[in-house]
């Protein structure tokens, strides 16, 4: 199994049934990056988020899934620790995000979801997709595609295949 690259808007997979995920902080904000569009076009998932913080305190490596729509499931992953650097230290805490990935391709597997990302992790939160693309694969169980708008495409050098 390969990770397969699309340009394109990960909030509109091309096959489903999917699960879109990212990567979420745990400070409980929500509003910039990929969210906006996921906030766009499925508000339910920030809904949910805001409700996680307002009645339990998720911490790093937790995953909150949402049924957006009869064939889109939305994961939120904490895997970032609050929302700015500290210092030379970015928010992104890649042994978090691995245990969002594991929970998110178990469930991924069970339901029959195929995944849909951004280059999760890799902009606001700070990681390398050198870091992160090899974490997906040792994870995925599932057929993965990775968006990335056409505005990025030159952002990245991966091969597209569309």
């Keep these: 199994m390969k990770l397969h690259y699309l340009i394109g808007d990960a909030t509109d997979p ?3 049934p999917a699960m879109i995920i990212h ?3 745990g400070a409980g904000r929500w509003g910039r990056g990929f969210v906006v569009a996921l906030r766009a076009k499925f508000p339910e998932s920030e809904k949910a988020y805001r409700n996680w913080f307002a009645t339990d ?3 790093l490596g937790d995953v909150q899934f949402v049924q957006v729509a ?3 499931c939305v994961a939120n992953m904490i895997g970032q620790h609050d929302v700015r650097w500290q210092g030379k230290i970015p928010p992104i805490r890649y042994d978090a995000l691995e245990i969002c990935l594991k929970k ?6 069970a339901d029959k979801l ?3 990302s ?3 992790g890799c902009v606001l939160a700070g990681g390398t997709w050198e870091v992160i693309g090899p974490m997906i694969e040792k994870c995925m169980t599932v057929e993965t595609y990775i ?3 056409e505005s990025q495409r030159n952002r990245w050098q991966d091969a597209y295949e569309n």
């Design 14 to 16: 091309i096959k489903k």
């Design 23 to 25: 990567c979420c902080n």
């Design 57 to 59: 305190k998720p911490k």
């Design 70 to 72: 009869p064939d889109v």
């Design 104 to 109: 998110v391709y178990e469930k991924a597997l």
């Design 114 to 116: 195929t995944i849909a």
């Design 118 to 120: 951004p280059r999760v």
């Design 147 to 149: 968006y990335t708008l």
